[in-house]
């Protein structure tokens, strides 16, 4: 028997089964046992499709009717965003909001957040006429759960300098958030 010979068999059978363990060990996923001694961190918002973006074909009107029914079951106010996709400051709320976790979460407390498109294509002339004039986007209407106006906002006095102000949101958020009884 050639020893140079049977050593390659030996490696052609050791190299696989290293690859295997070092597959399970790094990459396997997690086995139940473990997952039960990990807690989550974070618990991901549950997905608000009124919120998805300024989707021109949506209707506003149905929009509108699901928010008054989960603001009315929840005890909440509604908040509406008009915008557009191509709205820088609409995308820089956005963000504001994802880079403030605290303040995303002041508004999904306390409000049906809602995304109305406002564009050449479909300006939602009808769902708009009922609110004030709009001057400039995005622009924020904060209604009751009944969908009665109860604040009409211009998103600039919320701005500070390349974004927004946290402090003047957060009041903002705040004043305006429904009165629940203690």
């Known amino acids: 028997m050639n020893p140079s010979n049977s050593w390659s068999k030996g490696s052609c059978m050791r190299i696989p ?24 961190v974070t618990t991901p918002a549950p997905h608000n499709a009124l919120a998805d973006g300024y989707d021109r074909p949506r209707d ?6 699901s928010a008054e029914g989960e603001a009315n079951k929840s005890n909440k106010n509604i908040f509406i965003v008009v915008g557009g996709e191509s709205c820088t400051w609409c995308h820089i709320l956005d963000d504001f909001f994802h880079e403030h976790p605290d303040l995303e979460a002041l508004r999904d407390k ?18 708009l006429s009922r609110f004030p004039y709009i001057h400039g986007y995005p622009y924020i209407f904060i209604l009751d759960a ?27 958020l705040e004043r305006f958030a429904p009165k629940r009884s203690a």
């Open 17 to 40: 089964l290293f690859a295997a363990l070092v597959y399970a060990y790094f990459c396997a996923p997690i086995s139940l046992e473990h997952k039960a001694f990990v807690q989550s």
């Open 60 to 65: 506003p009107e149905q929009d509108l009717l």
């Open 110 to 127: 306390n409000y049906v957040f809602m995304k109305v498109s406002m564009s050449q294509e479909n300006p939602n002339r009808d769902f």
């Open 146 to 172: 009944h969908g009665n106006l109860i604040h009409s906002q211009a998103s600039n006095v919320l701005e500070g300098g390349r974004s927004y102000n946290a402090k003047r949101f957060q009041e903002f």
